[in-house]
């Protein structure tokens, strides 16, 4: 079993490889599953990018994105995969849970999309862009390489970012400061899987608002927002981690783990959330005079695709023309 690999030039594996034949009916462990990325089956048509935003890639001095959950069916791959064809950087931080392990353990799911973004990661790697990959709960996998460069990713178990105006910035994925990840792993896992079930309801709604034309949203966001306790667990969540900030002296923090984009001050630090792949399509920019913004890649596509759409409308007056004419 392998992926796909739209390019020539993607180095192939060597070395020892698993004996599968010695065990045909042992399922793939996740280190093996993570290991079959980026590789080429022959024979296999490549995949043709699909642009869902036609424009010039923009330049940015860092980038920050997290929670993508790559192996879901929850992942907006194809949204992940546009934007990073659109943006490019000096620096990427990969700010925890790009792959999804724990969903990964229970079932195998991947498509050309998600292959799409992995691509486009080791592309700009690949070209230059230092890639830093911050592991966070659902790839702790990956935290066994922590100080390891893996095709070009550097893999730590945090980062210190300095921005272009000189300020610090503590670079975490943030599960450490959520109680049930850390003293009631199985709770954790049963919310996952609630939280899956939500995030499937609410493609369900957006497919149905696709086909009469209407922009995305999320259900499951919606839900998160209105429950008393989900709004507890943020607030309390954001309160943690720039306490911590504060005590390490770093002028903010940059995290990621409860999918909820967010930029302010607060306890004498900027905290800044990069939000998710699942829910918001957020991801944390920061420009060359050290100024950060928060994008939001689903409504930047509608407003391109509304001005698209407006331009190949046919002017007003020029109608009236033509009908004066006839």
């Not at 546009?82 to 790009?98: K, P």
């Not at 353990?105 to 700009?124: G, P």
């Not at 919310?191 to 999320?218: E, P």
């Amino acid at each position: 079993m392998s992926l796909i690999s739209s390019r020539d030039d993607y180095p192939q594996k060597t070395g020892p490889q698993p004996d599968r034949a010695a065990h045909p009916a042992r399922p793939m462990s996740l280190r093996e599953r993570l290991a079959l990325l980026g590789t080429r089956r022959s024979g296999r048509k490549r995949v043709k990018r699909k642009h869902l935003i036609a424009r010039e890639p923009v330049r940015h001095r860092t980038l920050f994105i997290s929670d993508t959950h790559l192996g879901t069916p929850g992942c907006k791959a194809d949204l992940l995969a546009d934007f990073l064809r659109h943006n490019e950087a000096s620096t990427l931080y990969l700010v925890g849970d790009i792959v999804d392990g724990w969903r990964i353990k229970r079932s195998w799911y991947w498509n050309d999309a998600h292959n799409e973004v992995v691509q486009e990661i080791l592309r700009k790697a690949r070209k230059g862009t230092r890639v830093v990959y911050v592991p966070g709960n659902h790839d702790e996998a990956l935290r066994d390489y922590v100080g390891i460069t893996l095709a070009g990713i550097d893999v730590v178990n945090e980062a210190i970012h300095q921005a272009a105006d000189g300020r610090r910035y503590l670079v975490l994925h943030g599960d450490q400061f959520d109680g049930v990840v850390r003293y009631a792993r199985w709770l954790a896992h049963v919310g996952d899987r609630a939280y899956n079930m939500a995030l499937t309801c609410s493609n369900a709604v957006h497919a149905v608002r696709r086909a009469f034309g209407l922009s995305y949203w999320s259900l499951s966001a919606y839900l998160k927002h209105r429950v008393k306790n989900a709004v507890e667990y943020i607030s309390n969540y954001e309160e943690a981690v720039s306490r911590e900030a504060r005590a390490r002296g770093v002028d903010g923090v940059v995290c990621g783990h409860i999918h909820h984009a967010e930029m302010r001050s607060m306890n004498g630090v900027v905290y800044m959330n990069d939000g998710d792949w699942v829910e918001s399509c957020t991801a944390l920019a920061e420009d060359a005079h050290g100024n950060f913004t928060i994008l939001h890649w689903t409504r930047l596509a509608a407003e391109v695709e509304a001005e698209r759409t407006a331009k190949a409308l046919p002017a007003p007056h020029s109608a009236v023309t033509n009908k004066s004419a006839a």
